[in-house]
Nanobody, 114 residues
């Protein structure tokens, strides 16, 4: 069983930055892939970024060059550094992990004002 808790969301002006954190209740060392997803009203949940246990990363085209995903296995925490934020980045951001089952956090709201 893995419990995920996101934090770090908030309200920011366009061009600003936020850093999201995803704290896991147990060790994430054995979790290969962890992801950040987001969902805005009326839209499907979309993959934002992924990171493997070995540190390989993958990003949605819409966030490449602006967002950086990272993980600290010693702290059982994953991060999403978001720079040059745009109003279209406004969404609820969810942390996700898979280890025999899918685990989701409760989500953290990110609002970018123009």
């Amino acid at each position: 069983q893995v419990q995920l808790v996101e934090s770090g969301g908030g309200l920011v002006q366009a061009g600003g930055s936020l850093r999201l954190s995803c704290a896991a209740s147990g060790s994430i060392f054995s979790i290969n892939i962890m992801d950040w997803y987001r969902q805005s009203p009326g839209k499907q949940r979309e993959l934002v970024a992924s990171i493997t246990g070995g540190g390989r990363t993958n990003y949605a085209d819409s966030v490449k060059g602006r967002f950086t995903i990272s993980r600290d296995n010693a702290k059982n925490t994953m991060y999403l550094q978001m720079n040059s934020l745009k109003p279209e980045d406004t969404a609820v951001y969810y942390c996700h992990a898979f280890r025999a089952a899918h685990y989701w956090g409760q989500g953290t709201q990110v609002t970018v004002s123009s």
